[in-house]
């Protein structure tokens, strides 16, 4: 039910964002140093893609399936919790986007499966959430889905690693310097994203209790 959910759920919602933003400004720094750092605070595919050639398979997919069932863990919970307004809140829409999101929803409900396998991530969570999906359901096959993908990146950033060793070389060179640049841009765009989401706002609405939005 929406409205009882724990205190430390927003709390670890954006914690998660947190860790998302400071992974992609600290990128260079991290890339060149403590690669399963980046991974674990934010690991988007081209942090993948990059990392790959330089560690092992084994660490590297336990890493990023962790990470990944972490943000979905969190994500589910926000959706069943807080329905259209915590999908919205992830999704970075104004809460004003709940109609959408309940046409996106209905077609989720037709292909769940495949959405949490071959999509797995913040906003199919936090749909199957929302749309009352079985907790176990999802999880598991959020978790496959992570796996594959971090098998399928290892295997492509091996394979691109012709390409992608002279941007690691650049970045040791100027690590300093690109983190800095890196830091600066995502402090900017964070910042302009916030205020353009008035993710205060949303986060007072989320405190109200809503009784229609209930997931069935």
């Known amino acids: ?50 990392v790959a050639p330089d560690v092992h398979i084994v660490p590297f997919v336990a890493v990023v399936v962790v990470r990944g069932m972490l943000s979905c863990a969190v994500s589910f919970e926000i959706g069943r919790c807080y329905g259209t307004r ?26 769940s499966y495949a959405f949490l396998l071959f999509t ?33 990146h290892h295997r492509v950033g091996a394979w691109l690693e012709p390409w992608t060793a002279p941007i690691i070389r650049f970045l040791q060179e100027h690590v300093l310097i690109a983190t800095l640049i890196c830091v600066v841009l995502v402090a900017l765009y964070q910042g302009h ?16 209790p809503s009784g229609d939005e209930t997931p069935q």
Not at 193 to 208: A, D, E, I, Y
């Open 1 to 50: 039910m929406q409205g009882s959910a724990p205190r430390w759920l927003l709390a670890a919602g954006v914690a998660i964002a947190v860790a998302t933003a400071l992974g992609a400004g600290f990128a260079p720094y991290l890339l060149v140093h403590h690669p399963f750092w980046l991974l674990a605070l934010n690991p988007w595919p081209r942090h993948q893609l990059l």
């Open 86 to 111: 915590g999908v919205a809140l992830i999704e970075g829409k104004s809460s004003e986007y709940g109609s959408v999101l309940r046409s996106i929803e209905q077609l989720f409900g037709r292909f």
């Open 120 to 152: 797995p991530g913040w906003f199919t969570s936090a749909l199957a959430g929302m749309s009352g999906v079985a907790r176990a359901r999802c999880l598991i096959l959020n978790c496959l889905g992570l796996m594959g993908w971090a098998l399928v």
């Open 193 to 208: 994203s916030w205020r353009k989401r008035g993710f205060r706002k949303q986060l007072q609405v989320l405190r109200k």
